[in-house]
């Protein structure tokens, strides 16, 4: 267990101190950056914006307000800049973002050949939609309460819940699409 | 028959199980939750599908990776970068500044102006040193000659300077620029600027050395002293 707590590290860097900042990131960089790699896609993207949230939390510390815990304030202000940065590339490519797009390699249909169902689901889970993979990936790999989901997609409690619910449902529709047949929805 | 009562509340306890199987849930959740998969058959078959969903994520999220200290040195590129760019911001061009204020004053204020300024800063001088450092102490004059960091943040070795009333934005610019000198803050009253003189804090006799060749520079220079 750590000994200085994130908020007490997130004071110190306010007082301009290198090694509470360093602190912080060792503590969260290899969730945040997954976090990111989901969103963006990209390893040298989520890596450049995993820089940039942290810069923020440098210039910002004194401005933390503790409505939130101080990881839920990071993964608000890393999925806001990934979704910045892939309105921003949008804007440049001027075309559809491959990553509003489900990916097209490796389809269910195709995964059906994978024996292990475990990693049917793996590959499953990365056809999802934006919005159905953050909602998973928060509540499953980042352990999000439903309000800490709600304060980082800045969604109500129960709009968690839903979305939580439809992206399950989702999930095993491409199940079944692989053919695995859970027997449900 | 399964009453609209109870699937309304099987719905909500399976809306709660990804995060009873995450352990995010309140105590008083985790009890209802618990004992509600004790009793229904269907919510725990459910709940099995969520055990399995959550060990793929998990499992998918390890194989990702971990940034690579690229990152990290970034950051603090980031940071040291916008260090070095602050100071700068905060200097004055002092050509740009006195051609701001001047520019619209006739030859003949511009003499009584610099008159009554260097009347006033004569007497204010003696104020502004004692105010500044503070009685004789031992027999010194001030306690340490330059500071590290001031007050407002401020780092290097600085002066308190006021300029000859005819002295020319472009003599007192190549006289800064001479002295590798910039004007932090000012004037204040009396016409007096606080100048950088070094980034660095100088010893007492190096600055009292930059002082005394500041002194020197009459045609342009009507007093300096050091600043804390």
Request: aromatic share 8%.
């Amino acid at each position: 267990m750590d000994a200085v707590s994130d908020e007490d590290l997130l004071t110190n860097i306010a007082k301009g101190d290198r090694r509470a900042l360093e602190a912080l990131y060792g503590r969260h960089r290899v969730k945040l950056y997954r976090f990111l790699l989901r969103l963006a896609n990209n390893e040298v993207a989520a890596e450049d914006i995993l820089s940039d949230v942290f810069f923020d939390v440098w210039q910002q510390a004194g401005r933390f307000e503790a409505r939130s815990s101080v990881s839920t304030w990071l993964y608000a202000i890393a999925r806001f800049k990934a979704l910045s940065a892939r309105r921003e590339r949008q804007h440049l490519e001027l075309g559809p973002n491959e990553d509003m797009i489900e990916d097209p390699g490796d389809g269910p249909e195709n995964v059906l050949q994978k024996a292990d169902k475990g990693k049917i689901i793996e590959d499953c889970l990365k056809h999802l939609s934006p919005p159905h993979r953050e909602v998973i990936d928060l509540v499953y790999y980042h352990e999000k309460s439903i309000r800490e989901v709600g304060e980082v997609l800045r969604i109500p409690e129960n709009t968690v819940k839903t979305r939580m619910f439809y992206a399950r449902k989702h999930l095993s529709e491409l199940l079944l699409a692989a053919g695995v047949d859970r027997g449900w929805p | 028959m399964t009453t609209i009562v109870e699937q309304a509340e099987f719905d909500h306890l399976e809306g709660l199980l990804p995060w009873y199987a995450s352990g995010m849930l309140t105590p008083e959740d985790v009890l209802h939750v618990e004992r509600a998969l004790a009793r229904m058959p269907e919510l725990r078959r459910r709940y099995d599908l969520i055990l399995e969903e959550r060990a793929a994520s998990v499992n998918m999220h390890e194989s990702l990776g971990t940034p690579s200290p690229r990152a990290l040195q970034k950051l603090f590129a980031q940071i040291d970068s916008a260090a070095a760019e602050a100071p700068k911001s905060r200097r004055v061009d002092v050509g740009r500044w006195l051609a701001d204020r001047f520019s619209n004053w006739q030859p003949s204020s511009l003499a009584l102006a610099g008159m009554a300024v260097a009347f006033l800063a004569i007497i204010e001088a003696g104020l502004l040193a004692t105010m500044y450092f503070g009685p004789a102490k031992d027999g010194a004059m001030y306690q340490t000659a330059s500071a590290s960091k001031t007050a407002t943040g401020q780092v290097g070795t600085f002066v308190l300077m006021a300029f000859v009333p005819d002295a020319t934005a472009a003599q007192i610019q190549h006289f800064l620029e001479a002295n590798k000198a910039s004007i932090i803050e000012g004037p204040i009253a009396g016409g007096i600027f606080r100048v950088q003189v070094c980034d660095k804090a100088l010893t007492t006799k190096d600055l009292d050395a930059i002082v005394a060749s500041m002194r020197n520079e009459s045609t342009i220079v009507r007093f300096v002293a050091p600043s804390k």
